[in-house]
T-cell receptor, first 115, second 108 residues
Framework: GAVVSQHPSWVICKSGTSVKIECRSL??????MFWYRQFPKQSLMLMAT?????????EQGVEKDKFLINHASLTLSTLTVTSAHPEDSSFYIC???????????FGPGTRLLVL | SQQGEEDPQALSIQEGENATMNCSYK?????LQWYRQNSGRGLVHLIL?????REKHSGRLRVTLDTSKKSSSLLITASRAADTASYFC????????FGAGTRLTVKP
């Protein structure tokens, strides 16, 4: 099946620093990737849709200047949490699909802890 | 809210029993998917059911879909301790929206 990877798997940073998370589709190309955030014991919340070669589409309430998304190639999307604060501590997961509208494959997630 | 409703929120059963989880979604769909998530890990795709399907089976999994009620159910038969996890339904043509999830505990 299709494989999506994320890097890093976990990161601890100081408040005020920026953190970049990578999402890669390993065996397929994806014009669209999706970024989710999950707080403990809660469900996944869609943050934004990452579009290759164009601007990301953000969900209501998600600050685009704080969560920068770059989708520079058909196999790589990056999410940068800028000026991270403790409330940004969460589990960030990306997904992609080889075929639009079909099964979404999820990365293993990145756990961010901001001190 | 992005989330639909999922019930029960938590379910605890003995090994060998069946587990049923229900999901309500909010919009019209082309398909609905079920995922499993072990604690603190990524999501594993279980099954996809299309809007023109009413029931689908995969091993010990049985999924039903009622588009008139905007609801779906996941049945796990003959449960095992290894089935302990959170289960989510998700819908959307590309950008997936997730139900609140059911935390299943299967006691050995």
């Amino acid at each position: 099946g299709a494989v999506v990877s994320q890097h890093p798997s976990w990161v601890i940073c100081k408040s005020g620093t920026s953190v970049k998370i990578e999402c890669r589709s390993l065996d397929f190309q994806a014009t669209t990737m999706f970024w989710y955030r999950q707080f403990p014991k809660q469900s996944l919340m869609l943050m934004a849709t990452s579009n290759e070669g164009s601007k990301a589409t953000y969900e209501q309430g998600v600050e685009k200047d704080k969560f920068l998304i770059n989708h520079a190639s058909l196999t790589l999307s990056t999410l940068t949490v800028t000026s991270a604060h403790p409330e940004d501590s969460s589990f960030y997961i990306c997904s992609a699909s080889p075929l639009a509208g079909e099964t979404q494959y999820f990365g293993p997630g990145t756990r961010l802890l901001v001190l | 809210s992005q989330q639909g409703e999922e019930d029960p929120q938590a379910l605890s059963i003995q090994e060998g029993e069946n587990a049923t989880m229900n999901c309500s979604y909010k919009t019209s769909i082309n398909n609905l998917q079920w995922y499993r998530q072990n604690s603190g890990r990524g999501l594993v795709h279980l099954i996809l059911i299309r809007s023109n399907e009413r029931e689908k089976h995969s091993g010990r999994l049985r999924v039903t879909l009622d588009t008139s009620k905007k609801s779906s159910s996941l049945l796990i038969t003959a449960s095992r301790a290894a089935d302990t996890a959170s289960y989510f339904c998700a819908w959307g043509n590309n950008d997936m929206r997730f139900g609140a999830g059911t935390r299943l505990t299967v006691k050995p």
